[in-house]
């Protein structure tokens, strides 16, 4: 399973950019880099997906480097609805033994 | 459209006691999933299956057995429960065997005495 690693916990405040980092070192060439969100009580749910560069859609924005061991996710101007676990995991082409991780906490404060 | 069915929602179970979690999909999905979520550990994945007739174990798989008999059913069953399987189940679904989206069941909460 490819690991990643992210950061424990972040706080950001209300109407905030918010940029939430991966960490995907042994990303191989076919892995494509997928972000989701789980509030509490609930399933994760896909917020975006990308493989390099980067990726934009209507809640977010994916930051890809060209070696393609880390990627950032961009939450634009956030609201307290936001506060979710944020999960980053690679997926290999071909492979769906896939790994969450233990995802970062994120708290919108007022 | 209801998209991934689990159940039971929550269940408290007697240690030793054998229990089946149901996952159903409507979607016509390929690969199916199951993981469990533990306060501190993330979500860990217990089994998948690419397509029906086929399993594949994930990072914690013993303990538990699954069976894919055809596309929209994958249940989970575990043989004879210990306390450490306390935890919250998800069922997930995704379309194909190379990546893309999955998607989530709301999950059954199992509580083992």
């Known amino acids: 399973l490819a690991k990643t690693t992210q950061p424990i916990s972040m706080d950001s405040y209300e109407g905030q950019e918010v940029n939430i980092t991966c960490s995907h070192n042994n990303i191989a060439t076919n892995d494509y880099i997928t972000w989701y969100q789980q509030f509490p009580s609930q399933g994760p749910r896909f917020i975006i997906q990308g493989y390099k560069t980067k990726v934009t859609n209507e809640v977010a924005s994916l930051f890809i480097p060209a070696d393609r061991k880390s990627s950032t996710l961009s939450l634009p101007r956030v609201s307290l609805s936001d506060t979710a676990v944020y999960y980053c995991?690679?997926?290999?082409?071909?492979?769906?033994?896939?790994?969450f991780g233990k995802g970062n906490q994120v708290v919108v404060i007022p | 459209i209801a998209g991934i069915t689990q159940a039971p929602t929550s269940q408290i179970l007697a240690a030793g006691r054998r229990m089946t979690l149901r996952c159903t999909q409507d979607m016509r999905h390929n690969a199916m999933y199951w993981y469990r979520q533990d306060l501190g550990l993330g979500l860990r994945l217990i089994h998948y299956s690419n397509t029906a007739g086929t399993t594949g174990k994930g990072e914690v798989p013993d303990g538990y057995s699954v069976s894919r008999a055809n596309t929209d059913d994958f249940p989970l069953t575990l043989a004879s429960a210990v306390p450490s399987q306390t935890s919250v189940y998800f069922c997930?679904?995704?379309?194909?065997?190379?990546?893309?989206?999955?998607?989530f069941g709301e999950g059954s909460r199992l509580t083992v005495l």
């Open positions: 997930a679904s995704s379309a194909g065997t190379s990546g893309g989206e999955l998607f």
């Open positions: 995991l690679v997926q290999p082409y071909g492979n769906n033994r896939l790994a």
